[in-house]
Nanobody
Framework: QVQLVESGGGLVQPGGSLRLSCLASRSIFRIYTMGWYRQAPGKQRESVAVISSGGSANYVDSVKGRFTISRDNAKNTVYLEMNSLKPEDTAVYYC????????WGQGSQVTVSS
């Protein structure tokens, strides 16, 4: 079973930037389409960005032009670069395959507030 560990969250002011990382436990990671998901308080978890094994990326409309997903298959790691952050980006961010597997990591809290 692939284990996923997210890191890089924190508290940032509106307009700021953060970079999230997700380390997978197994090299088989490189064949999967990976995604970043987020869950805000009182809301359902949503897909934010996905990246194929070949590097093709897609984004939810609300983050297009601000977030960039990337992956380093040699390091079993997927990243989410987040710029021009808004208060509505506040959520716990998770990585998983796309479509997601049943088991999730602990996530990384991102709080955008002045």
């Amino acid at each position: 079973q692939v284990q996923l560990v997210e890191s890089g969250g924190g508290l940032v002011q509106p307009g700021g930037s953060l970079r999230l990382s997700c380390l997978a436990s197994r090299s088989i990671f490189r064949i999967y389409t990976m995604g970043w998901y987020r869950q805000a308080p009182g809301k359902q978890r949503e897909s934010v960005a996905v990246i194929s094994s070949g590097g093709s990326a897609n984004y939810v409309d609300s983050v297009k032009g601000r977030f960039t997903i990337s992956r380093d298959n040699a390091k079993n790691t997927v990243y989410l670069e987040m710029n021009s952050l808004k208060p509505e980006d506040t959520a716990v961010y998770y990585c998983n395959t796309d479509p997601p597997r049943p088991v999730w990591g602990q996530g990384s809290q991102v709080t955008v507030s002045s």
